[in-house]
Structure formats: C-alpha cells, structure tokens
C-alpha cells in the first residue's frame, strides 16, 4: 500500500496470498471506512473488472468504483544504506510541534530541528514568539542533523509508538524512515534553522522560581476559560506565582505555591495565555521559571527548556456610559 500528499510519501507491506498480481487506486478515507466496518478477521481484495474493487469478509461486501492505478503519481521512495537509530518519535513530536510556525514565508521555522550526537537527540522548534529544545537518549552515538517538516512529522507519529526505532537517512532531497515493512519519507524545507540555543543563551536571568508543573497547569486551565484572547499576567512575590487575567468573560486571580528566589516587581509580565497553557500540556514534574529585566521567559525542566516573550499590558476598553432615561 502506497500513499503520499507529495510533502509525505508511505509505503507498507503485509504478508498475503496473492493468487493474481494488479494494483488499484482507491480513495483513502473511503477505504479506511469501509475496513473499519468489515467484520471478521480476514479480508479479500478481488477485482472482476479493471474500475471496481470488490472487498469481502464473512458474509458482508463492498464494491467501490476505483481508477487506474497508472494514473497514480507514485513516489519513488528509495532504501537508504547509511542510517542512524532514532526511537521515540511521538514522544519527540508531542513536545516540538505545538510551536512550529503556522505561516508559508516561514518555511524553515515549519520545521522541527531534530540533531544526533553521542547517543543523544536533541529537537528544537520555534515560532518567532516562543523556543521549545528538547533533549532525550537516543539509539545511536552518530552524529547527524535534520530539519524535518512539523505537518509530516505529526503524521509519522500518528502512526507510531515510542518503542518503534526508525533507521533514519538524509537523501539529499528527503528524510527517509525505515522499520520492518513500513518506509515513510518526508521532503526536506528549504532554508536554515534559526540558532535556537544562542536565542536561549542571550537571555540573561534576573528573576527566579521554582513550582509544580501541575499546578501551573491547573492555574491557567481556568484561566484559560475566562481570558478569550486576553494575555496572563505573571508575578513572583514571597512564596508565590500568582496568575492574573482581566479577560473577555470576567476577571481571574490564581495563586501558586513556589520557592521564589527573586521577586519580580509588582506589575510582573503579561504573557500569550494560550501559548503557555499548550506548554503546560505538555511539561511536567518540577519547572524552574527565570525571567530577565525585559520579561523574557525561560521554563526549564529535567529535559526541556522552552522561551517565550512578553507582551504588551493589554489596554483596558472604558465601558459606555448607560444612557439616562429621560
């Protein structure tokens, strides 16, 4: 079975007594709805004429109409030879997407930069807004670099686990993983990733804490409700992150317990809501919050560091005064 979007190409092969060679072209979805209702455990693939393929099992059947498989742009994926071990990759995935660039005059940064280097996998993603690095063990103690498109990326772990391992090889033109009877490739962007970790080094801290991950988490769950696109903001006092948001459906106030190194003064920094609640998603465990004198955000945990910048106090809308009756 072949598949591609011509960003993402797949190919998978199953065992099966094969009486008569042919191959057809089916649409997917249609394909998928009809397998997902089939009963029994065995499928028969049959085609009495060229257009129709005829899917049977049990007592039930399904006849589709199809078109010919020469009309399929089918993709040439190659078998690479010289390969690295990568497992992990939802978990890679989950931590990075979230923070790729959504718009097209940003082709690099709708990547994921994924490096190897002794036996180590490091993943960067960035928006223009917010960083997210992320560190794991890995397979292989070669040294080796991709910028892999966050779309595909999604899609490869969609139909993965943590515990598949992918032998990975850069094609020039593609990135190619290869498992058992699956190769899934997806085409490389153009440009070149932004220095992620000179971006996270250049941030020079001056207030510091440390919290629950879930705490936050909860915290800004409900503030989440109440703010609409209203930012959040953030202040660190005695013992305390106390959250903070005047928002589109009413007023939220939520204190965190922390060990609070350094104050920040009391205005504190205003924050996108949802680009950290989506962060806190995700963490978890122990976060160490540092803050430079511009409000710049670094979270740090055993193996992210994510970045994000302030923004501006929002301005508040003065309510129309209420007309007098005459």
């Known amino acids: 079975m072949t598949a591609t979007n011509f960003e993402a190409a797949i190919q998978i092969k199953i065992r099966a007594p094969v009486k008569e060679s042919g191959s057809m072209l089916v649409e997917s979805r249609l394909l998928v709805g009809m397998l997902s209702l089939l009963p029994g455990e065995l499928i028969t693939f049959s085609a ?3 257009d129709v393929l005829r899917l049977k099992s049990n007592m039930s059947v399904y006849e589709v109409k199809c078109l010919p498989a020469k009309n399929y742009p089918k993709p040439v994926i190659p078998f690479p030879e010289d390969t690295v071990k990568i497992s992990g990759i939802c978990s890679l995935a989950r931590r990075t997407v979230f923070a790729v660039a959504k718009e097209e005059q940003k082709p690099a940064l709708q990547c994921v930069s994924v490096k190897l280097k002794n036996n180590t996998v490091t993943a960067a993603a960035c928006d223009g807004i917010r960083i997210i690095l992320v560190k794991d063990e890995a397979e292989s103690a ?3 670099e991709f910028l892999l498109p966050g779309h595909s990326l999604q899609i490869l772990s969609s139909i993965s686990s943590d515990t598949d391992v992918y032998d990975v090889a850069d094609l020039g033109n593609e990135v190619v993983f290869v498992k058992e ?6 085409k490389k962007m153009p440009g070149t990733f932004i220095d992620t970790n000179a971006l996270i080094k250049s941030v020079k801290p001056v207030y510091t804490a440390v919290a ?7 915290a800004l769950d409900l503030i989440t409700v109440a703010s609409g696109s209203q930012p959040v903001n953030l202040i660190l006092s005695n013992g305390q992150i106390n959250l903070a948001c005047d928002g589109e459906r009413g ?3 939520y204190s965190v317990t922390a060990n609070v190194s350094v104050k920040t003064p009391g205005t504190g920094f205003y924050y996108s809501t949802a680009k950290l609640n989506k962060l806190f998603q995700i963490i978890d ?11 710049m955000l670094l979270l740090k945990t055993k193996n992210e560091v994510y970045l994000q910048a302030p923004m501006a106090k929002p301005v508040v809308k003065e309510k129309p005064a209420l007309k007098q009756a005459a």
């Open 212 to 218: 629950n991950a879930e705490d936050i988490k909860n």
């Open 285 to 295: 465990g122990k976060v160490k919050l540092e803050l430079d004198s511009r409000g």
């Open 251 to 253: 007023a939220v106030h």
């Open 181 to 186: 009877n699956m190769v899934f490739s997806m």
């Open 142 to 144: 070669d040294e080796q």
């Open 48 to 50: 009495d004429k060229p």
